[in-house]
């Protein structure tokens, strides 16, 4: 049975109206980007995508272990920063 894995990703709303789309890719594998006309199917194919990456790249999926291993108690925090001329 293959660990879970949790990753912290980036969904950035592209277009207006019925051209809108949702690029996505996640912190850790940035690399790895897809897109969907939904917060959804963009969620689902990311998934698809990174379980291709990483059969094709395994020792990536044992780097993100080894990290959330050693980061249990200290996960990173995303936030803001505003920077005023």
Known sequence: MKEK??????????????DKIYSIS???IPNVVT?????EEAKIR???AL???FESAPW????LIKIEE??????PMISKLVLVP
């Open 5 to 18: 894995i949790e990753i912290d990703i980036v969904i950035y709303p592209e277009g207006k109206g019925a």
């Open 26 to 28: 996640s912190m850790q």
């Open 35 to 39: 897109q969907g006309n939904t917060i």
């Open 46 to 48: 990311l998934r698809e």
């Open 51 to 53: 379980e291709l990456y």
């Open 60 to 63: 990536e999926r044992e780097r």
């Open 70 to 75: 050693e980061e249990e108690n200290n996960a």
